[in-house]
């Protein structure tokens, strides 16, 4: 069975996988496989930027969004005349010529990755480039477009060092042939001075503890008086000391259901 398997960590938001997923599909007809892609409004593979935090604390994080060619895919479900069918490498197609055009399947798809041609009167998506497949090429031209390999394809069995520490995209995500890991975590940061002498505090120590584990993470400030605790929980409480040279602040109340940035935190050493 093949698979994709996307580690976000090294996704730098390029776009080259959505360029190529159009230049692979759209004006040209690749049925029985698919139709061609409209020029706009639709991307079988389109890249979301997320910006994390607030200014001056920010990261950026990017997602490649595709059909995730579900194994229990609703979309073959509700398909009255039997238009999306399961190859047996376990890809979803939606066969362009069979298609009705009711409109059940882009309503039942819980990751919205189907979409409508007005003017084919079809349902389109992702076919995984099953035409290169099934014409000898190894992998999808998303995959063959990424420079830094953050999208693999191939057997299943090949790609399980990454599928493995895969993560649930959502909550009722259900398994399918894409592979997510490191899906971006909260973080806390801050930037440490002393109010006195008006410069930044080096070296300071940072303990973050959560409330309900009694867990606790450490960093020392930089040379900017910064701090990052990156890779939290969602949705932990969490209480701050920062110490230097005996003096301590205590900051509580620190909630991971969004990014936090602290801001500047003033901390006299005298």
Not at 236 to 261: F, H, Q
């Amino acid at each position: 069975m093949k698979a994709f398997a996307i580690d976000l960590s090294i996704c730098n938001g390029c776009r080259c996988c959505q360029i190529a997923c159009k230049d692979e599909h759209v004006a040209n007809d690749w049925t029985p496989y698919a139709k061609p892609q409209p020029d706009y409004g639709q991307f079988w593979i389109k890249v979301h930027e997320t910006v994390h935090g607030t200014v001056p604390k920010v990261r950026v994080s990017y997602f490649p969004q595709m059909c995730m060619h579900c194994e229990d895919a609703k979309c073959i479900e509700v398909c009255k005349p039997n238009a999306i069918y399961r190859r047996e490498d376990g890809l979803v197609i939606i066969d362009p010529v069979k298609c009705t055009g009711c409109k059940l399947c882009p309503d039942y798809c819980p990751h919205e990755n189907i979409y409508f041609n007005d003017n084919l009167n079809i349902a389109q998506k992702c076919t995984g480039c099953a035409h290169l497949l099934d014409d000898g090429w190894d992998s999808p031209r998303c995959v063959d477009a990424c420079p830094t390999e953050a999208l693999k394809f191939g057997e299943e069995s090949e790609l399980q060092d990454r599928i493995s520490r895969a993560e649930k995209i959502k909550p009722e995500s259900g398994p399918g042939r894409v592979s997510y890991m490191n899906l971006p975590k909260k973080f806390v940061a801050g930037t440490v001075y002393d109010p006195v002498e008006k410069e930044v505090i080096i070296g300071a120590t940072c303990t973050l503890r959560d409330i309900a584990s009694n867990e606790t993470f450490n960093v020392d400030t930089d040379n900017f008086g910064d701090f990052w605790f990156r890779s939290l929980a969602d949705n932990r409480t969490y209480s701050l000391v920062i110490r230097k040279e005996g003096n301590s602040k205590t900051i509580d109340g620190i909630s991971s259901a969004s990014d936090v940035n602290l801001g500047d935190i003033p901390m006299p050493l005298s």
